[in-house]
C-alpha cells in the first residue's frame, strides 16, 4: 500500500535564509493532488504584539493552471426551474 500525501505537506526551518525578505520556514504541501512550494514568514499583529505566520504556496510545476475563483452570480442559471 502506497502512502497518499494528498491534503497534507511539511514546513521546517529554512536554513538558507540569507536575506531579510527570504521565509523563515520553507516545504511542500499537496493540495488536491497538486503539489506546492510552501513559504511561511512570522510577522508581529501590530496592535498586540502577536507572532503570526504569513504563507505563499508556489506551484511547484510552473505549467499547471492554477486554481480561479467561481464567481456564482456569473453563470448562466436560466435553465434553472425556480
Known amino acids: ?3 497518499d500525501n494528498t491534503n497534507k505537506g511539511i514546513l521546517g526551518k529554512n ?3 540569507s536575506k531579510e525578505t ?3 520556514y520553507k516545504g511542500q ?3 488536491a493532488g497538486v503539489e506546492y512550494w510552501l513559504s511561511a514568514w ?3 499583529n501590530t496592535k498586540d504584539n502577536s507572532k503570526f505566520f504569513s504563507l505563499s504556496l ?3 510545476d510552473r505549467d499547471v ?3 480561479t475563483r467561481r464567481d456564482p452570480l ?3 442559471d436560466s435553465d434553472i426551474p425556480f
Open 65 to 67: 493552471q492554477t486554481p
Open 74 to 76: 456569473a453563470e448562466d
Open 29 to 31: 504541501i499537496n493540495v
Open 58 to 60: 508556489t506551484p511547484k
Open 42 to 44: 512570522v510577522k508581529t
Open 22 to 24: 527570504h521565509p523563515e
Open 15 to 17: 536554513r538558507d535564509k
Open 1 to 3: 500500500m502506497t502512502y
